[in-house]
């Protein structure tokens, strides 16, 4: 039997697609193997920061180098996701040991791909963007983890003047409902407790099929299937969102109280240049309508420091924004010229030791955040969806509503448990929990 390893570079939906992949490859009879072993290894890139995107040529050259040092023959290399539909066959150009490239709205066709690289073609670049989605050719989903992703929306629209993601994923589009709740379905008998719903805007979901239906609607519908304990969803856009959107956080007790709305900066000038569409005043209004319907909501973002033109006025609007907001947790980038996009072309680039110096700086507020926002949880009792073993024996972490992650003392627990516990302790990075009792917290649900 032929057998096989994906890895995985990127964001939440880079992941989900890996596992989509796996499926597609184990469905033609392939087996999963550790990479040393594995007869064909998929490398699924990332392309949004220069940094992600040099790790396709490290790592194709470690696999390469450890071959030859086992003697053994190089396993096929199929490089898949943004970088391949960023660089194309440049990719083969630049690393002979590659022998497939395949476009992340093309990997439906991997297993044909691989047949053909089989029987002996080479050169085989596959970046299609069919119009028909690759979702309906892909095999149903597979046993999975208790939480799980769910991708409902895909591509971007936005050009932001800093992202290649409108270039690597192709224009906004949605998945039919109908779609949507059979895989959701199918995650649910497979073992899934929580959901997540992915796109790059998942809030720009609309129903294709029925223009009336929105993301506030989809989240009713799967939130309403039975076995739904929880759902989340993620990455939400400032200007797409609804108010059927901030309604669904008052009036949805599966969905978590938690919202990632990534800002990139505090200062209205940058995002004007960002081409983020929206102003400061319009991001502070939409967290007060949020916060109104769910008051105990845990809210994060991304940033970026350090754009083309940034000066220290403008840093300092961005350090205000998170004091401001009071952010559970956030994300921070120094920004990164990325080829074809607008703010690569400007001439007003920083130094690199400006911007990591300003990194430092956000990184150090957001952390202060990060514990402020969890110190005021504890003395609060809540569940915690069990996901793996902690560091210590008999520790198990598991997840908070609000996303945190909770260390508990107790030996009998399994991934998957809901247990409810008093959250006693914390850190910046994490809580500690005491379980009141290992009922599991269900909103009446089997
Ligand atoms: N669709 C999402 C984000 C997708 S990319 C949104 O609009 O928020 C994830 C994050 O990577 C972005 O939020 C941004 O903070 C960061 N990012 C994107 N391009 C970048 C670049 N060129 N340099 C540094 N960070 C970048
Ligand atoms: Fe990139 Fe902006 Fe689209 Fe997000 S909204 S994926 S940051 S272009
Ligand atoms: Fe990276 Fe592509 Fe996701 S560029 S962040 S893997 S959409």
Not at 229 to 238: G, Q
Not at 327 to 347: D, L, M, N, V
Not at 403 to 428: F, K, M, N, T, W
Request: proline share 5%; glycine share 8%.
């Amino acid at each position: 039997m032929r057998k096989f390893a994906v890895k995985s570079f990127g964001c939440q939906m880079n992941v989900y697609d890996a596992e989509r992949m796996a499926e597609a490859l184990a469905a033609e009879g392939m087996g999963t193997a550790d990479e040393a072993d594995a007869d064909v290894i998929v490398l699924n890139t990332c392309h949004i920061r220069e940094k992600a995107a040099e790790k396709l040529y490290s790592e194709v050259g470690r696999i390469a180098a450890r071959s030859r040092e086992q003697g053994g023959r190089k396993p096929v290399i199929a490089v898949t996701g943004c970088v391949a539909q960023a660089e194309g066959d440049e990719i083969l150009r630049r690393a002979g040991a590659v022998d497939l490239v395949v476009g992340p709205q093309a990997y439906h066709r991997l297993p044909a791909l691989l047949k053909r690289q089989a029987a002996g073609e080479t050169g085989i670049v596959d970046l299609d963007m069919p119009a028909e989605s690759k979702f309906g050719k892909l095999p149903p989903r597979a046993r999975r983890a208790p939480s799980v992703f769910l991708t409902v929306q895909e591509g971007c629209d936005k050009f932001c003047a800093f992202c290649v993601v409108p270039y690597t994923r192709g224009a906004e589009s949605s998945r039919p409902l109908r779609a949507i709740l059979a895989e959701a379905e199918a995650l649910v008998e497979g073992g899934a407790r929580e959901i997540t719903l992915l796109g790059q805007n998942v809030n720009a979901w609309r129903d294709p099929e029925d223009a009336a239906c929105d993301f506030g609607a989809l989240m009713r519908a799967v939130a309403a299937m039975p076995g739904v304990e929880r759902l989340r969803y993620t990455t939400s856009h400032p200007r797409d969102v609804t108010e059927t959107m901030i309604r669904a956080h008052a009036e949805i007790p599966e969905l978590m109280p938690y919202l990632h709305l990534p800002v990139q900066s505090g200062s209205d000038r940058v995002l004007a240049a960002m081409n983020r569409k929206h102003d400061r005043a319009f991001y502070y209004d939409l967290v007060a309508r949020f916060r109104a319907a769910r008051p105990d909501l845990a809210i994060t973002s991304d940033f970026i420091v350090g754009f083309p033109g940034e000066t220290e006025e403008d840093f300092a609007a961005t350090l205000g924004i998170v004091e401001d907001i009071g952010y559970a947790q956030a994300f921070s980038f120094k920004y990164s010229p990325r080829i074809g996009t607008p703010a690569a072309e400007r001439e007003d680039q920083l130094d690199e030791d400006v911007k990591s110096e300003r990194l430092a700086r956000l990184q150090a507020a957001i952390s202060a955040s990060a514990l402020a926002f969890n110190r005021q949880s504890v003395g609060r009792q809540c569940d915690i969806l069990i996901e793996r073993r902690g560091r210590h024996p008999g520790q198990w972490i598991g997840k908070s509503p609000w996303l945190q992650s909770v260390v508990v003392e107790q030996e009998s627990l399994s991934p998957g448990d809901l247990v409810r516990v008093d959250l006693v302790r914390a850190g910046p990075n994490s809580l500690e929990g005491r379980i009141v009792t290992a009922e599991s917290g269900k909103h009446g649900k089997a």
